[in-house]
């Protein structure tokens, strides 16, 4: 069953569209020089021609401004490959908002980053594969990628900057938490974000090669917890569990269009950086509509917008409005269905079979990992 069926006899919520977006996510484009085996972008990337320009993002973040957000995540694929990054992160200061750019950091420079500091970035995320650079490097399928991960970071640092370090968390890393909590602390990192990979993308072509073991799972919140209470005001953890071994779902993005609004490097305007996994949506883009209307009105935004939507048993559980339904492109990607109770959540009748597919898949040997490029590992 499409969306489109699930909800065209349904009016959306009134109360769930008169707020604002707190973030948006900027995906400037799809080009990177990594990758990774989990990577979230779609399989099929938008091509360089398809980009838009930059005078086109600069009216957007204008037009965010005015809509409320607060926040602006400059993300790809690798942002900083885009030309016109500079005058994007200047025009963020100007409206008003806290800019934060999402990078792989191999190809930043510390004469970029000086000029981006200069023209108002507030903060930058930087994420690595693992603590050691051979199996870092490995997973990024990227030469020296984490020798150079390390020294932008510490630029970052010299230039009085925030730093976060993302951290994806797998089967083919997690028996290196430890060390990659150490190496968040010696950067001199104020955030690490230890987030479970989550599958979709190629993380679901890849998902036996990287399921941790649920003895795994339950080790790293261990060892999350204990760090959290080690590091207390020096490092703040944050730490996202893999669904598959879940109880309860977690609120996609805060709950569909409710927190976040994603621009693609085409244009088009989604709730979740995923949604387009879900057939029978059609999302508008900011070349044709203004970006307020688009949040406040778009088909796409309302379908599981609120509680309207949705089903038993979900339509009266008591949590319908802390996780919002869950992940619906989870639900597709698992059962087919959008509108189905995410499988995450105990209550959902796939819950059983959801679970036994990562304990099942979690105990055989990892196969080799799938790469967008099997040939390319590019050069230092």
């Known amino acids: 069953m499409t969306p489109a069926a699930t909800t065209s006899a349904q009016s959306p919520d009134a109360a769930a569209c008169t707020f604002a977006p707190v973030g948006l996510l900027a995906e400037l484009t799809h080009r990177c020089p990594l990758q990774c085996p989990y990577c979230s972008n779609p399989l099929a990337l938008e091509g360089v021609a398809g980009e838009l320009p930059t005078e086109t993002w600069l009216d957007v973040l204008a037009q965010a401004a005015d809509l409320g957000v607060l926040q602006l995540h400059l993300s790809g694929g690798e942002p900083t490959v885009r030309r016109g990054l500079e005058q994007i992160v200047a025009r963020a200061a100007k409206v008003g908002l806290y800019s934060n750019l999402i990078t792989a950091g191999v190809l930043l420079t510390r004469e970029r980053l000086d000029k981006l500091a200069e023209h108002g970035l507030d903060h930058v995320q930087i994420s690595i594969q693992a603590a050691d650079a051979a199996n870092a490097d490995r997973i990024a399928h990227y030469r020296n990628g984490h020798a150079k991960k390390l020294e932008a970071a510490s630029w970052v640092r010299a230039l009085g900057l925030p730093l976060?370090?993302?951290?994806?968390?797998?089967?083919?890393?997690?028996?290196?938490?430890?060390?990659?909590?150490?190496?968040?602390?010696s950067l001199g990192a104020q955030r690490l974000e230890v987030a479970h990979v989550q599958y979709y993308g190629w993380a679901l072509q890849n998902r036996q090669a990287l399921m941790p073991t649920r003895h795994q799972v339950l080790r790293s919140a261990e060892l999350v917890a204990a760090a959290r209470e080690r590091l207390k005001g020096i490092l703040v953890i944050d730490f996202v569990v893999p669904d598959y071994y879940a109880r309860r779902p977690k609120p996609c993005m805060g709950g569909w269009g409710r927190g976040i609004v994603n621009v693609t490097p085409s244009g088009k305007v989604l709730p979740c950086h995923a949604a387009e996994t879900i057939p029978g949506l059609a999302f508008d883009n900011v070349r044709d509509k203004p970006l307020r209307d688009i949040w406040l009105k778009s088909d796409a935004f309302q379908a599981f917008r609120g509680t309207s939507w949705m089903r038993e048993p979900c339509r009266s559980c008591e949590f319908r409005e802390v996780d919002w339904g869950g992940c619906r492109c989870q639900a597709f990607a698992f059962a087919g269905d959008a509108a189905l109770t995410d499988p995450a959540c105990d209550k959902s009748a796939l819950h059983a079979a959801f679970t036994?597919?990562?304990?099942?898949?979690?105990?055989?040997?990892?196969?080799?990992?799938?790469?967008?490029?099997?040939?390319?590992?590019?050069?230092?």
């Open 164 to 185: 976060t370090v993302n951290a994806p968390i797998h089967r083919q890393n997690i028996d290196g938490l430890p060390g990659i909590i150490d190496l968040a602390v």
């Open 356 to 380: 036994q597919v990562a304990e099942g898949e979690s105990e055989l040997p990892a196969p080799e990992l799938v790469f967008r490029n099997p040939r390319a590992a590019a050069q230092s």
